[in-house]
Nanobody, 124 residues
Framework: QLQAFGGGLVQAGDSLRVSCEVA????????IGWFRQAPGKEREFVAV????????YYGDSVKGRFTVSRDTAKSAAYLQMNSLKPEDTGVYYC???????????????????WGQGTEVTVSS
């Protein structure tokens, strides 16, 4: 039901947009979260957008550089990444959960549906 794509190899300072297609029922009660996982590290919260309201939140490491958005007509979410750094390298995943599920939206454990990730590599 979820498919992330658009990753690639870029240089430090470049921009890249990854996308997430979401298939299924109405998403009005859901949020779309973006997470990333670098080799040997735990999955890290990147950003989240509330589907209905469009409100978004970001992890500290990407604030001011990344922008999350959604297109309700296309059932898609996007993560625009600017001023990329080598430490942004990893596999990027999109995931969904209901807005009012107990637990913090930055916790990957609260998300029930995950898409196949897309790899982003930032060279120095």
């Amino acid at each position: 039901q979820l498919q992330a794509f658009g990753g690639g190899l870029v240089q430090a300072g470049d921009s890249l947009r990854v996308s997430c297609e979401v298939a299924g029922d109405s998403l009005d009660r859901y949020v779309i979260g973006w997470f990333r996982q670098a080799p040997g590290k735990e999955r890290e919260f990147v950003a989240v957008v509330m589907w209905r309201a469009g409100t978004s939140y970001y992890g500290d490491s990407v604030k001011g550089r990344f922008t999350v958005s959604r297109d309700t007509a296309k059932s898609a979410a996007y993560l625009q990444m600017n001023s990329l750094k080598p430490e942004d390298t990893g596999v990027y995943y999109c995931a969904t959960r209901e807005l009012y599920v107990q637990g913090y939206m930055y916790s990957p454990d609260t998300y029930g549906n995950w898409g196949q990730g897309t790899e982003v590599t930032v060279s120095s």
